[in-house]
């Protein structure tokens, strides 16, 4: 079946522009994840959100990052005045049903801040 | 909260070899480790997991071992091929009200010489 997609693949932007990125879990997946790959580095946990409950935002990294998952399913993660240390993929999984279930990744964001 | 460290950085065999990836956690409520392997521009995808209640899981040339005594867990690759190339990452899930998020080491690039 159809795994995890995100869009753009790439986006460049200039500092201080807003960005969205877009991501599409696979069906009838109740939780996703949010997570950013700085070069170089291991997966840093941004979000999670299950099924109806108030998202986990503990791992944002400052006020200028928002996420939203509307109708439980597609999920957009906004960066507002966007920094060059914004620069990174921008990972998104999702899991079937329990915290526990594996999780399974897109093919994340590559996204680059001049 | 978690800490996971990963050893080596790098690691470069010769085709038919075995290759050892090595991490240590730091919570000792975690009871979930999986292992993921990512290419060039691709997400990281799962290869091999364990939970706390076995020492050790094998698939085919894939194993990992737990110890959950001391707090360490590896990836054994046996028989390596030139496709086995890629970064590898462990992870470690919590337990307790934050058991979805995956903690992750910082990887290790493993090139497979033919």
């Known amino acids: ?114 | 909260g978690e800490n996971v460290e990963q050893h080596p950085s790098t690691l470069s065999v010769q085709e038919g070899d075995s290759a050892v990836i090595k991490c240590t956690y730091s919570d000792s409520a975690s009871n979930y480790f999986p292992w993921y392997k990512q290419e060039l521009g691709k997400g990281p995808q799962l290869i091999i997991d364990i939970r706390s209640n076995v020492g050790e899981k094998k698939d085919q040339r894939i194993a990992v071992t737990l110890n959950k005594t001391a707090k360490h867990f590896s990836l054994h690759i046996t028989e390596t091929q030139p496709e086995d190339s890629a970064v590898y990452f462990c992870a470690a899930q919590g337990g307790g009200g934050s058991n979805y998020k995956l903690t992750f080491g910082k990887g290790t690039l493993l090139t497979v010489n033919p």
């Open chain 1, 1 to 114: 079946g159809a795994g995890v997609s995100q869009s753009p693949s790439n986006k460049v932007t200039e500092k201080g522009k807003d960005v969205e990125l877009r991501c599409d879990p696979i069906s009838g997946h109740t939780a996703l994840y949010w997570y950013r790959q700085s070069l170089g580095q291991g997966l840093e946990f941004l979000i999670y959100f299950q099924g109806n409950s108030a998202p986990d935002k503990s791992g944002l990294p400052s006020d200028r990052f928002s996420a939203e998952r509307t109708g439980g399913s597609v999920s957009t993660l906004t960066i507002q005045r966007t920094q060059q240390e914004d620069s990174a993929v921008y990972l998104c999984a999702s899991s079937r049903l329990r915290a526990t279930d594996t999780q399974y990744f897109g093919p994340g964001t590559r996204l680059t801040v001049l």
